[in-house]
């Protein structure tokens, strides 16, 4: 099982990045999707969830309106487009996966807002 996550970096005050995670190793379209954060200092949170066909989404307070996951399971990817960043975004993103009993995580990838 391989989630690979990209596309953070380094972004001013209300800038844009769009995430994405590659899945391998597991059936993609039968998995819950998800991205999580974790800030320095802080405990890993929820961010987004898609379901397994994309009919649904839910996000945090802190992200709505801001945030949209999506998912290809042709491709067997999940995105998260970041809209108007401000500096409490900055964390590690963390794409998850779950399929039945199991749990994945990828490694994540850093995003950094600056004022």
């Known amino acids: 099982v391989q989630l690979v996550e990209s596309g953070g970096g380094m972004v001013q005050f209300g800038g844009s990045l769009r995430l994405s995670c590659a899945a391998s190793?597991?059936?993609?379209?039968?998995?819950?999707m998800s991205w999580y954060r974790q800030a320095p200092g802080k405990e890993r949170e929820l961010v987004a969830v898609i379901t397994r066909t994309g009919g649904s989404t839910n996000y945090a307070d802190s992200v709505k309106g801001r945030f949209t996951i999506s998912r290809d399971n042709a491709k067997n990817t999940v995105s998260l487009q970041m809209n108007s960043l401000k500096p409490e975004d900055t964390a590690v993103y963390f794409c998850n996966a779950a399929w039945g009993p199991s749990d994945y995580w990828g490694k994540g990838t850093l995003v950094t807002v600056s004022s």
């Open positions: 190793g597991f059936i993609f379209s039968k998995s819950v």
